[in-house]
Each structure stands twice: as structure tokens, then as C-alpha cells.
């Protein structure tokens, strides 16, 4: 068993290594779902947020949506919809060449490239809001204020929306700062506009 996980991973990193174009491709679905996966947390902090409410129900709400969107949404169905992409791919240039690729190198690397995309696009999705929902456990557990573990949750999130401007800034060669500014300010948006729903609902409901 260790031997084909071996066999398995160093064709993996093979194929992963004759395919540079697909590091572009991962790196957006990580972006963009890291993304949604941040401003989730945050909906789901700010507008289930009650200084009574126990910790672990807001800490469990957090993680259960990092779980579903970081295993299912961003592992399972970017999995799937990349792999249909290369299959017309494949198919296309079949048609167009009138020979069977399935055994090729492109053929063999649909599977490896689809993997490598997908696992990508959930690993920023369940890491960040992973740690944005620890602080909840950890006040659950420790016994110390909701409020509390709000600050640091929110703080962990402006702290991972920072990481991104960065990673972004670096990768266009654009302004580091700037990027980093973009994204910190459009987490408070996002905290304003669920706070103003909130409180607008508080009154008409």
C-alpha cells in the first residue's frame, strides 16, 4: 500500500509539474474561495452574534459551513467541473486529430490536474475559516466571553483578508499595500451591510 502511495504521489507531482498552466488555474480557485469562505464567517459572526448566545453554537456554525463549502463546494464540485472541462478538452481535440488520446499524457493527467485544482480551491476554504472558528471553541471550553472570542475571530479574519492583498499584490506586481487596504476595507463592508440587515430586521420583525 505505501508503494502505490508513493507511485501514486510521484506521478502526481509529475504531471502537476508538465501542466505549469494549471498552477494559474489553482491559484484562483484558491483566491476566490478563500474569499467566499472569509466573508461567510464573518455573515455568519455578525449576524448570529448575541452576547448570551453559548460559543460553541456560533464556533459550530462556522465550522459546519467551512466543512460543507470546503469539502463539497470547493473540493468535490471543482473537482467534478474540472474534470468536464479537460474531458471536452480531450474529446475536442480527438475529434479534431481522429485518434483516441486516452492513453496519452494529456489523457492520463485529467484525473491529477482536476485533483490538484480542487485540493487548492479547499484548502483556503477550510483552513481560514478553520481558525476564524477557534476562538468560540476556545471560549467555549476555557469559559471566557463570546465577546472576547468575536475580537480575535474578527481580528483572525481582517489578519487572512490581509494575507490575500498580499498574495494577490505579489502576484499581479501590483501595490502590496494597496491590495491589502482593498480587501480589509471590504471586510468592513461586509460587516456593515449584515450589521445593517441585522438591525433593520431587530426592528420590522
Known amino acids: 500500500m505505501f508503494n502505490k502511495l508513493k507511485k501514486f504521489l510521484k506521478n502526481f507531482f509529475e504531471i502537476v509539474e508538465s501542466f505549469k498552466e494549471v498552477r494559474s488555474i489553482a491559484r484562483r480557485m484558491f483566491i476566490t474561495n478563500s474569499f467566499d469562505s472569509i466573508f461567510a464567517s464573518l455573515g455568519v459572526m455578525i449576524g448570529a452574534y448575541e452576547p448570551y448566545l453559548n460559543s460553541l453554537i456560533l464556533g459550530m456554525s462556522i465550522l459546519g459551513s467551512s466543512l460543507t463549502m470546503g469539502i463539497f463546494s470547493s473540493v468535490i464540485s471543482v473537482y ?9 478538452e480531450l474529446k475536442d481535440l480527438e475529434k479534431e486529430l481522429m485518434v483516441s488520446l486516452k492513453d496519452s499524457i494529456y489523457g492520463k493527467s485529467i484525473n491529477f490536474l482536476s485533483l490538484y485544482v480542487s485540493l487548492w480551491s479547499g484548502f483556503g476554504a477550510f483552513v481560514f475559516t478553520s481558525l476564524i ?32 492583498g498580499y498574495y494577490m499584490g505579489k502576484i499581479s506586481n501590483e501595490n502590496v499595500l494597496i491590495n491589502i487596504i482593498k480587501n480589509i476595507v471590504l471586510g468592513l463592508l461586509a460587516i456593515a451591510f449584515v450589521s445593517l440587515v441585522k438591525y433593520a430586521l431587530r426592528i420590522y420583525i
Not at 467534478?80 to 471536452?88: D, G, P, Q, Y
Not at 469559559?143 to 494575507?163: M, Q, R
Open 80 to 88: 467534478f467541473s474540472e474534470r468536464n472541462e479537460r474531458l471536452k
Open 133 to 164: 472558528s477557534l476562538p468560540f471553541f476556545i471560549s467555549y471550553f476555557l469559559n471566557f466571553n463570546i465577546t472576547h472570542a468575536l475580537i480575535i475571530s474578527l481580528f483572525i479574519s481582517f489578519v487572512e483578508l490581509g494575507y490575500l
